[in-house]
């Protein structure tokens, strides 16, 4: 299966099977988090942000009738082995080409999503950005990645800001925080780099370091 079209909100995913056969890809509101907010909205911190993760981890029954393991497993590799500018050039052009000059200037070999997660010094902006990307597809309903990549793809690149950088780069309560990570390390069919990943994260901040803001 191979996802296009991933790009910014508002845009309509499309999935291809093998077949080349093309349908739409969408979400209803009961199989994703809340559409209204931003995760990283300053308002209603404790609230909104509290109950958009709780509506995604108590619908985990429904969206498991949507997607087989074995089905987001194939969408996790193919998502994370995407060359980064191809989804990120349709979402925030400007911001894309910036930091590619900026990876580029530093010699940093950033080709996909992967790259950037396992860098030992991942540019923290970037890692912003994609945050960002992940967002926006997990807001939209017509996104043609699943709410538990998307969800999980956010919490990776906040897991990789704080285990290789020192950084935080969410404002979601410490509670929330773990909420996220412990759920995303235990979908069964998140890949070894990625799990271990979101256990050093939850490792650090179990142990009170919970990174500085940029």
Not at 33 to 52: C, E, I, P, W, Y
Not at 65 to 81: C, G, K, T, V, Y
Not at 110 to 116: G, R, Y
Not at 193 to 214: C, D, N, V
Request: glycine share 8%; with cysteine; charged share 25%.
């Amino acid at each position: 299966m191979q996802l296009i079209g991933l790009r910014k909100a508002g845009d309509v995913g499309i999935i291809t099977d093998a077949g080349g056969q093309a349908q739409q890809a969408g979400l209803t509101g009961d199989h994703c988090m809340s559409q209204a907010t931003d995760f990283d909205s300053l308002g209603a911190v404790h609230n909104s942000r509290a109950n958009k993760l709780a509506a995604l981890l108590a619908t985990g029954e429904e969206r498991a009738r949507l997607w087989r393991p074995d089905e987001l497993a194939a969408i996790f590799r193919h998502q994370i082995s995407t060359p980064m500018l191809v989804d990120l050039g349709g979402f925030d052009p400007g911001s894309a080409a910036r930091l590619k000059l900026d990876a580029e200037a530093q010699g940093l070999l950033l080709k996909s999503f992967a790259d950037l997660l396992q860098h030992p010094a991942p540019p923290v902006e970037l890692l912003e950005l994609v945050k960002n990307f992940a967002k926006a597809n997990l807001d939209q309903p017509e996104s043609g990645l699943p709410a538990e990549i998307a969800s999980t793809l956010y919490y990776l690149c906040i897991a990789a800001a704080l285990v290789r950088r020192d950084a935080r780069i969410s404002q979601l309560p410490d509670a929330d925080l773990r909420r996220g990570l412990s759920w995303s390390r235990e979908q069964a069919w998140l890949d070894e780099p990625a799990r271990k990943l979101l256990a050093q994260a939850l490792e650090k901040i179990a142990g009170g370091r919970l990174g500085t803001k940029p």
